[in-house]
């Protein structure tokens, strides 16, 4: 089984510029999430969606951040403008298998695309 | 709110040696699961194990071990026969369940070193 895919690994942009990162879930998998890792410290919930319905966005920086789930699958996250304390790792995970009786509680995650922001 | 607290930003252990990793919580929830994650240099975050909070039982999983002591809302990592690979950053996490939402709270996390 594929796990979650993200692209790019790494990006570089001038504060200001914007930047998007995309997100592809284990197959069958209802709920991503969006996390931000700044280095030295855990990851934090950005956004969470259920199929392409936003289950929590409460942490989101909604002025700058945004993110969307058009088709229920796949996902992507923007910044406009990033600010230099947006420098992190975005991680993209997943959970809930559709359609088959699982504890939701097991989030698989990608390898994460680390932004720097000059 | 949750809080998760890791008080040992780093540590060490020989190869083939038992260590273990401290994690404390914070919470007024009584249904919640427990987590330990392992994230190598690589950055792909791995679940090494989970704890029910309902469950009295201490999970285990291989040469990993949890001692989870919830009235004192306490859940260490023990690492059994110590190996390279299981040098990585530690994460302890949080998740309340039910209302939907599956958030983790992660705590800072654990440098663990496996020294040859």
């Known amino acids: 089984e594929a796990g979650v895919a993200q692209s790019p690994r790494y990006k570089i942009i001038e504060k200001r510029q914007s930047v998007a990162f995309w997100c592809n879930p284990i197959?069958?998998?209802?709920?991503l999430y969006w996390y931000q890792q700044i280095l030295g410290q855990g990851p934090k919930l950005l956004i969470q969606f259920q199929n392409n319905g936003v289950v929590d966005d409460s942490q989101l920086p909604k002025d700058r951040f945004s993110a969307e789930r058009l088709k229920g699958v796949d996902s992507t996250l923007k910044i406009q403008p990033a600010k230099l304390e947006d420098s992190a790792v975005y991680l993209c995970?997943?959970?809930?298998?559709?359609?088959?009786?699982?504890?939701?509680?097991?989030?698989?995650f990608g390898p994460g695309t680390r932004l720097t922001v000059l | 709110a949750q809080t998760v607290t890791q008080s040992q930003p780093e540590m060490s252990v020989q190869e083939a040696e038992t260590v273990t990793l401290s994690c404390t919580y914070d919470?007024?929830?009584?249904?919640?699961?427990l987590f330990w994650y392992k994230q190598p240099p690589s950055r792909q975050m791995i679940l090494v194990i989970r704890?029910?909070?309902?469950?009295?039982q201490n999970a285990t999983e291989n040469r990993f071990s949890v001692n989870f002591q919830k009235a004192a809302k306490s859940f260490s990592l023990k690492i059994s026969d110590s190996q390279l690979g299981d040098t990585a950053m530690y994460f302890c996490?949080?998740?309340?369940?039910?209302?939907?939402?599956?958030?983790?709270?992660f705590g800072k996390g654990t440098k663990l070193s496996v020294i040859p």
């Open positions: 996490a949080f998740m309340k369940v039910g209302a939907g939402s599956y958030q983790l709270t």
């Open positions: 197959s069958g998998h209802a709920t």
């Open positions: 995970a997943s959970s809930f298998p559709r359609g088959r009786r699982e504890t939701t509680d097991t989030q698989y």
């Open positions: 919470t007024s929830e009584s249904n919640y699961y």
């Open positions: 704890q029910e909070a309902y469950k009295q």
